[in-house]
DNA sequence: GAGCACTGC
């Protein structure tokens, strides 16, 4: 075989060897446990070539500044285990690294850059894959590897995120990416066959793509004992990680020997943690006092206090700057001064960045100190660290997706954090000095209630698009798939039988030609169907713009003390028919409003959602060409809108709400739920059929971005999926019944359906003549 | 007459 590897020396090819009867079980195997490709560099080389004059990516003699980044690097524990790490590297395929929070940062700098040492002679042509959860990582954390190991970012050391590759082919060997964009790759080539080595960094958050990947990637050591994968976590997941990566027949009684775990040290500062005595009936209102607190009788410090969402943190925001204003009054020489900045993801950037002002100067010298106080959602969990911190304040709750396969309805609820989240939490008091963290709740709530971990994310998601994905990497039995943590087989099951109603596969779950097309697009299913279909419609031009228009957040801008204003502003730019159709319209206007930078502002749309949108129907527009997927659009007025519509059912038939009575309320179709038209609607009359984008769970259950749809389509469009003979009996059947009826008895007289199927659009027609006069 | 936890392709 090739590299003198035997099978017998891969326990994972060994698994997967016929077994010879008599033959002595791999568990006897006592020689070194996998012989790879000679990767016997050693940590004294390495040394070498860190602190040699030239650097062995570009010849170049190393810079003065990597000289001096090399000295502080030479500090750090982790140069020490340089040996250490060798040593595991080289004689498993698979290591579980662990770092203490608030380490993971050199975690992820330093061990990509000594697997890329330890490459260097071996793997020409082969790239080390290092990835990350978020774009803003991969990014910057590729542009400190790069100075540190003195080349250019986008040449031996890049990154590669949606919308932007700093690659060069043939020159990069490290390349940090997201963990969906290698995701993606693997799509193309199942073996990931451009990797050496792959480091799934942040293993713990436990991303569907991470999950996906760790299941891959499994399989894929298996097949290519030239692989090496390194995953990279949190403490608590480690053992979890460490029996999931298990080699087959190594350990006692021939059961699975854990995958060997290497230990970064951390380097965080302890934090004390205080529990309440009993349980807070209102942890709002408990946050604020325990805020409030800490500014009179903490010394100097920042706080940061973990509420849900952004209505919850505007109004604590708001609380606690009358409070802090109360007491300067009552006795301006006692308290300091007390900034409170609120931190989500909608507030746009310049307004995230305030976080990271200093804390208020003292009224006057020798003053009392000021505070500056941060009051974030979980994106300060994970997304942003911010130094200085040294009190945090934590309620116990966090806005969680759940997943409900029955009525397939994703929603966000207030739910109790796990302990692992609790700890993360915790840990932003210790980064500069040694903190405090106030928990909102008992310590016996701790113990006994919330959970070790939260609930990884495909446990929590309508899978629909995940089992696209895995079909096309050639996952033949998804139930049987290894997966870290299986899904319900409910959710697959909506998945598949979504997917089949799409005709991206067939009836016996093999993707089709459609399938495999749809899958390439980086889209929910739905969307991508009317976007393939759309050519049929003569509309892709503008089923494309609606598909990027519905990628984006949502580009409505609602400021409190201007709503008035603003829903005028959209009234302007409504299609009475259907909101899909008003995204369009939004599009086109700032399309032709390109240059004016004031446009988007003036009429309370976010310019940053429109960009992002334009940026994804480019990308989107570039997967079509791909395909040969026409780009055309109708000249034919009387039929523009009507042809869209049409199109958006070929998606969205699955997504269909009948109206039932007077009063407004809609059945869905098949799960029949009530629901309402959401307030944003910009409906100008209730349809007796429409089809919606998302059922969102508020107040009440709504459907929101909604357009209307006539039942002839549906039956025309997704007869499988409205066969009338196994439909729950009610009015939505016989409803539909009664269309049927009519379109078999126009069918049988021909006369009367050329007269009156000309193709026309009323309400365009009714449009048209509005405009004119 | 509502609201948008957070990511990602």
Redesign the pocket.
Known sequence: MANGVTEKENPYLAHLAPKKRGSPSTSTVKEPLYGFLPRRVTADQVRGALEGDVNPFTKQPHSASYKKILEARKKLPVYAQMAEFYKVFTENQVVVMVGETGNCSRRKFRIPQFVAYSDLPHTKGKMIACTQ????AAMSVAKRVADEMDVQLGKQVGYS??FEDMTEHGTTFLKYM????LL?EAMNDPDLTRYSTIILDEAHER???TDILMGLLKGVAKKRPDLKLIVMSATLDAVKFQKYFGISGRGEDGKPAPAPLFLVPGRTHSVEVFYTQEPEPDYVEAAIRTVLMIHRAEDPGDVLLFL????EIEDACRKIRLEADDLTNQDPDSVGPLVCIPL???LPPAQQQRIFDPAPSPRKEGGPPGRKVVIA???AET?LTIDGIVYVVDPGF????VYNPRIRVES?LVSPISKASAQQRAGRAGRTRPGKCFRLYTEKDFMNELEEQTHPEILRSNLA?TVLELVKLGIKDLVKFDYVDAPAPETLMRALELLNYLAALDDDGNLTPLGGIMAEF??DPQMAKMLIVSPEFKCSNEILTIVAML?VP?V?L?PNNQ?KEA?AAKQLLTVPDGDHLTLLNVYNNYMQNIHDKNWAWTNYLSARALTQADNVRAQLQRTMERFEIDLISTQDQRTFYTNIRQALVCGFFMQVAHKEGEKGNYLTVKDNQVVGL???CGLETQPEWVIFNEF?L??RP?IRTVTDVRPEWLLEYAGNYFDLASFPDGETKRALQRVLNKKLGKAAGRVDNEKNGSGSDERVKKKQKKNKS
Request: net charge positive; proline share 7%.
């Open positions: 959860p978020r774009r803003v995120i949606r997201t963990d969906g964009m993606r991303t569907l793509a849900t969402g952004e209505e989500y993801s909608t959602t979980n994106i997304s966090s806005k969680q997706k966000l698009n980086p889209l990628s949502n409505w609602r709503r829903d959401h307030p944003s969102v508020t107040t709504y």
